[in-house]
């Protein structure tokens, strides 16, 4: 869109301020300053529903709201700055930044290791200058890509971020849009990519006053969070023209490496050319221009890989998507949950259909949905799906927040951890499952209206019973519930914690040491599932080079045969050795072709042909 109907309040010269909102509903629009200077001025109409005021005396502080018919005045939809909240004036801001010379070239999205964190409960202080700090752990881990959660501005202090109201705002307590810049340059001098997790198919209930402003939102659609978006009904040019200027901000002035796109399936957009589909093709022209790459990643639940084709056969474009179905399988099967959407899990045989076609369910009949559900995405790359053992839904939404280092043992995770980063997929870890964190991770608000916060309470308790899930959730509006989410790193530092950090930090390494594990292509693996034994066998080759890797499930120890190709195959992976905290080792160091392993209970052994 034309730079000068960019919506917002953007500096255009020392002390001259360019005001442009978007309301095409209105006969007339007054900007009111509200300090340090005092004054109303009545704005231009321009085409196309927008408003304009240029504004000479005034530069970055200024507070400001708009007044539109004569009805009472509301903040900035494209606010930069709420200093009083989601209810008070907007400010401006101004956008410089001294950006050092960083010597930064992100990791290409084959190679990513991708860390998930929210930022009010990575550190003690809740700000990005504490992610910041501890930056140098997650380099030394092996972490190459921050997944941030969102940090629109949302009411109060305390949120997961999906009840943002400003989309261009960035949260205040968090250290605002200069906080979030200097991470980003703090992060690339460690060669960690930046990826933010934004949220295009709702927008938060408190502070939500863009109905005044224009048609934002659709009545032809629903959204289990509130009214959808409107990408392709009466007047919805300016709110695509809205969300792409986001989209251009975060890559442009903030210089992030990407996004991860809140539930795609419920951005509701039939028009010829999808909002995504022209998210993902502006930004591409953009990264020619600036000659740096931009990972759109996509969260999807839907099996559609409609998401991640090519816009020339009829996709999205986006670079890749999450893949909950590697979840579902694995936590079902290690857990013995068989409620909501696990009742489509629970078998040995679907974690290997997962980690061979991407998604358990292709078009077959999910008992959880009712219907069949899904499509066959092998025409897809493997570097297109993002996989995990956790995530902040996976864990939040269970009524008492309990990760899964509350829920299985120690032998369990270490299992779960080696499954997870030696598969042809791009990893993602949840903060603080590197080290088995036990503390739990809530859903948790700090509205000040009390019947919405009643209202969330009622909607969280049925939303657990319709997953079948039991237990008295926490209450997400005591504070309480956002003091027991926060980190206790000092547990990697001693025991079990300190044995699984090693452990991960091991894997990690292994995955990008070894070619077989580095080349993410699901076609040269070979799969042997063994029910009765409950073990998977994966192989895996790269030209040359050959792994093996066993994975027991089972509660019991076992013996196996295992058949090789001819050749001297040597360990080098076995979770059971006492240096990551195990009980140790029954198996060979090497072997020729043919072996019998005797493998622990809930144990991964690995063997490489040398």
Same mark, same amino acid.
């Given at each position: 869109m034309?730079t000068?109907?960019?919506?917002g309040?953007?500096?255009i010269?020392p002390?001259v301020v360019r005001?442009?909102?978007?309301?095409p509903h209105a006969?007339?629009v007054?900007l009111?300053?509200?300090?340090?200077?005092?004054?109303?001025?009545?704005?231009?109409p321009? %085409? =196309?529903? &927008?408003?304009?005021?240029?504004v000479?005396g005034? @530069?970055a502080g /200024?507070r400001?709201?708009y007044?539109?018919?004569n009805?009472?005045?509301?903040?900035?939809?494209?606010?930069?700055c709420?200093?009083?909240?989601v209810h008070?004036p907007?400010?401006?801001?101004?956008?410089?930044f001294d950006?050092?010379?960083?010597?930064?070239?992100?990791?290409a999205?084959e190679?990513?290791?991708?860390?998930?964190?929210?930022?009010g409960t990575f550190s003690?202080s809740?700000t990005?200058?504490?992610v910041?700090?501890?930056?140098?752990?997650l380099?030394?881990?092996?972490?190459?890509?921050l997944?941030?959660?969102?940090?629109?501005?949302?009411?109060?202090q305390?949120?997961w971020g999906? %009840? =943002?109201? &400003?989309?261009f705002c960035?949260?205040?307590?968090? @250290?605002?849009? /200069?906080?979030l810049?200097?991470?980003v340059?703090e992060a690339?001098?460690?060669?960690i990519?930046v990826?933010?997790?934004v949220v295009y198919?709702?927008?938060g209930?408190?502070g939500?006053y863009?109905?005044?402003?224009?048609?934002y939102f659709?009545d032809q659609?629903?959204?289990?969070?509130?009214?959808p978006?409107?990408?392709d009904?009466?007047?919805?040019d300016?709110?695509?023209?809205?969300?792409?200027?986001?989209v251009r901000m975060w890559?442009?002035?903030?210089r992030?490496?990407?996004?991860r796109l809140?539930?795609v399936?419920?951005?509701k957009d039939?028009s010829?050319r999808?909002?995504l589909?022209?998210?993902?093709?502006?930004?591409?022209m953009r990264s020619?221009?600036?000659g740096?790459s931009?990972?759109?990643?996509g969260e999807s639940d839907?099996?559609?890989p409609r998401?991640i084709?090519?816009r020339?056969?009829g996709?999205?474009?986006?670079?890749?998507?999450?893949s909950?179905?590697f979840?579902?399988?694995?936590h079902?099967?290690?857990?013995?949950?068989?409620?909501?959407?696990?009742?489509d899990?629970?078998?040995?045989?679907?974690?290997a259909?997962?980690l061979?076609?991407?998604?358990?369910?292709?078009?077959?009949y999910?008992h959880y949905?009712?219907?069949?559900?899904?499509?066959?995405?092998t025409d897809?790359?493997s570097r297109?799906?993002?996989i995990?053992?956790?995530?902040?839904?996976?864990?939040?939404?269970?009524?008492r927040?309990?990760?899964?280092?509350?829920?299985?043992d120690?032998?369990t995770?270490?299992?779960?951890?080696a499954l997870?980063l030696?598969?042809p997929?791009?990893?993602?870890?949840w903060?603080?499952?590197?080290?088995?964190?036990?503390?739990?991770?809530?859903f948790?608000?700090?509205?000040?209206?009390?019947g919405?916060i009643?209202?969330v309470?009622?909607?969280?308790r049925?939303?657990?019973?319709h997953?079948g899930?039991?237990?008295?959730?926490?209450?997400?509006?005591?504070e309480?519930s956002?003091?027991?989410?926060?980190?206790?790193v000092s547990k990697a530092?001693?025991?079990?914690?300190q044995?699984?950090?090693a452990w991960?930090r091991?894997?990690?390494?292994l995955?990008?040491?070894?070619?077989?594990?580095a080349?993410?292509?699901r076609?040269q693996?070979?799969?042997?599932?063994?029910?009765?034994?409950q073990v998977l066998t994966i192989?895996?080759?790269?030209g040359?080079?050959?792994?093996v890797?066993?994975?027991?499930?089972?509660?019991?120890?076992?013996?196996?045969?295992?058949q090789c190709?001819?050749?001297?195959?040597?360990r080098?992976?076995?979770?059971t050795?006492p240096?990551?905290?195990g009980?140790?080792s029954a198996s060979p160091?090497?072997?020729?072709?043919?072996?019998?392993?005797r493998l622990?209970r809930?144990?991964?052994?690995g063997?490489?042909?040398?």
């Amino acid at each position: 869109m034309s730079t000068d109907l960019r919506p917002g309040a953007h500096l255009i010269a020392p002390a001259v301020v360019r005001f442009v909102v978007w309301a095409p509903h209105a006969r007339s629009v007054v900007l009111q300053l509200h300090g340090p200077v005092h004054r109303e001025l009545g704005m231009q109409p321009l %085409d =196309g529903g &927008y408003f304009q005021a240029i504004v000479q005396g005034v @530069g970055a502080g /200024q507070r400001y709201l708009y007044r539109l018919d004569n009805h009472q005045p509301r903040p900035d939809p494209a606010s930069r700055c709420q200093p009083d909240g989601v209810h008070g004036p907007s400010a401006v801001v101004d956008p410089h930044f001294d950006w050092p010379d960083v010597a930064f070239k992100a990791p290409a999205l084959e190679e990513m290791i991708l860390y998930e964190l929210h930022v009010g409960t990575f550190s003690e202080s809740g700000t990005f200058e504490g992610v910041a700090s501890q930056l140098d752990r997650l380099k030394e881990l092996g972490v190459n890509a921050l997944e941030i959660m969102p940090v629109a501005q949302f009411p109060g202090q305390r949120n997961w971020g999906y %009840d =943002g109201v &400003y989309p261009f705002c960035v949260q205040s307590t968090y @250290g605002g849009p /200069q906080g979030l810049k200097r991470l980003v340059v703090e992060a690339h001098r460690r060669g960690i990519a930046v990826l933010l997790d934004v949220v295009y198919n709702h927008l938060g209930p408190e502070g939500n006053y863009f109905r005044q402003f224009g048609p934002y939102f659709t009545d032809q659609y629903r959204t289990p969070w509130g009214d959808p978006l409107n990408f392709d009904g009466p007047g919805c040019d300016g709110v695509r023209d809205f969300v792409l200027e986001n989209v251009r901000m975060w890559q442009e002035e903030f210089r992030l490496d990407g996004l991860r796109l809140d539930a795609v399936p419920w951005i509701k957009d039939f028009s010829a050319r999808h909002i995504l589909a022209q998210i993902a093709e502006e930004c591409e022209m953009r990264s020619q221009q600036l000659g740096r790459s931009f990972t759109l990643i996509g969260e999807s639940d839907a099996n559609d890989p409609r998401v991640i084709r090519p816009r020339e056969r009829g996709g999205y474009g986006l670079h890749a998507q999450w893949s909950d179905d590697f979840h579902h399988a694995l936590h079902a099967y290690l857990t013995g949950e068989r409620s909501g959407y696990y009742a489509d899990h629970g078998s040995l045989d679907n974690i290997a259909r997962a980690l061979r076609d991407a998604y358990v369910l292709t078009g077959q009949y999910s008992h959880y949905r009712r219907r069949r559900y899904g499509a066959p995405a092998t025409d897809r790359e493997s570097r297109q799906f993002v996989i995990f053992t956790q995530n902040h839904d996976q864990v939040g939404n269970r009524p008492r927040g309990d990760r899964l280092s509350n829920l299985v043992d120690f032998e369990t995770l270490k299992l779960a951890a080696a499954l997870l980063l030696t598969a042809p997929y791009v990893p993602m870890l949840w903060m603080g499952e590197e080290y088995g964190e036990t503390n739990a991770f809530p859903f948790f608000i700090h509205h000040s209206d009390g019947g919405l916060i009643e209202r969330v309470r009622q909607g969280r308790r049925r939303e657990f019973a319709h997953l079948g899930l039991s237990g008295e959730p926490f209450d997400p509006a005591d504070e309480q519930s956002f003091r027991r989410a926060r980190l206790d790193v000092s547990k990697a530092n001693h025991g079990q914690g300190q044995a699984l950090y090693a452990w991960h930090r091991e894997l990690i390494a292994l995955r990008k040491q070894i070619p077989a594990l580095a080349t993410l292509c699901r076609r040269q693996m070979r799969f042997e599932v063994c029910e009765q034994s409950q073990v998977l066998t994966i192989r895996r080759h790269q030209g040359a080079d050959a792994v093996v890797l066993l994975f027991h499930f089972g509660q019991q120890p076992t013996d196996f045969s295992l058949q090789c190709e001819s050749g001297r195959w040597r360990r080098f992976l076995d979770s059971t050795e006492p240096r990551w905290g195990g009980p140790g080792s029954a198996s060979p160091h090497e072997f020729l072709d043919v072996v019998t392993l005797r493998l622990e209970r809930r144990s991964v052994v690995g063997y490489r042909r040398t």
